[in-house]
């Protein structure tokens, strides 16, 4: 506890460091503050929404927002779809291709070409958002008029949203949209807690002490598998420079367990609702159809759960070939010198570099399978909904990974200043990457 307050004492001691964390937590506190302000127009008691499948995501995201017929409904969800649209095509069109090789400047025009495309996407989805979402009886106003309105209101919403979060990045502690997402997350946790020992009752409260217990230890995997790497030693050959020789030294490239991060969960979700649309078209013809529609609208069945598995492992290889490339971290090797021993320079290290990947990235989208059809096994044991969605998924996921790179950018201050690490026992690294990333 005195080395945990002493942490706190250096950590505040750090002008620049306090101010960042002061920042954050003032966004942060703005950016709740608006997720609690219902739509104008709407009567908030006739809102009875209860999101699931890929609407559920976006009600975990939004921390409640979504539910409430928030300003902040869509969060920044949106803009985390254009960005994946635009890193898709960064990989698809030579033009993009050439403007992301075009450093700073081409950062910059991608960024505002993100922004743009955001706008068109909060648009389209806040006027699906109102016509399937909000129920007739909840508008008090001219329905045209309250659409008109709403989507103006929504897009706003998520601009600012995003403004917010670049300010946490620029002014706070960093990854300002990870930690918007963390926070709409994390919000929802005290309540699942209460209302998961208030199920329990007196009687549980031994059940539900073991129930926290291994939600430690879930945790504790999550971690695992979101740090674990695959160091490849790299050699540099010595080069004279002058009167100096530079290089000889032995680096190590690493290669992440989990290299597509919370994304293939994400792509697999948001088709988990495509077996139940296309049954349910012919379920008045076929008893077959009707149970198709059934087992895929429940999230603990295990038809669900197999199937889910299985889009996240494909998705999982497709997301990590398309964001790791071989060919290119051996041509970025060979200008710099550098070589894998044993291996040749060239087509021979992009190869084993390829090899290297696919073998790890099996047993890293079985782990993250299990991570996230846990909620549903959780579930299944008697665990309320919301609760049980902590055991794993994005939720459990994102916050690791933005605690971790939280608690990365506060060490890097406390060594910068001299001061000793978070912990004694090693430095504390982070995902090195963002959830948009």
Known sequence: MKRFITTLQNIFSIEELRTRILNTLMFVTVFRLGSQIVLPGIDPTQLNLNPQGLLGLLETFSGGAFSKASIFALGIMPYISASIAIQLLTLALPYFQKMQKEGESGRKRLNQITRILTIFVTAAQAITYLTTTIPNEAILINKATFTTVSVIVLTAGTIFCMWLGERITDKGIGNGISMLIMIGIVSRFPGAVYGEALSRGSGGALLFVLEIVALFFVVMGAVVLTQAVRRIPIQYAKQVVGNKVVGGQRQYLPLKLNAAGVMPIIFAQALMFVPSLVASLFSEKSDVAGTIQTAFSDYTSWQYNLLFAFLIIVFTFFYTAISVNPNQIADDMKRSGGFIPGVKPGFMTSE??????????????????????????????????????????????????????????????????????????????????????
Do not use: C, H, W
């Open 352 to 437: 084993y570099i390829g090899q290297v990947l696919d073998r790890i990235t099996l047993p890293g989208a079985l782990m993250l399978a299990i991570v996230a059809i846990l909620p549903a096994v959780a579930s299944l044991l008697g665990m309320t909904r919301n609760f049980s969605q902590f055991f794993g998924g994005t939720s459990l996921l994102i916050m690791v990974g933005v605690v971790l790179d939280t608690l990365q950018q506060v060490e890097s201050y406390l060594l910068m200043r001299r001061y000793e690490g978070l912990m004694k026992s090693g430095r504390v690294t982070g995902r090195t990457e963002s959830v948009t990333a």
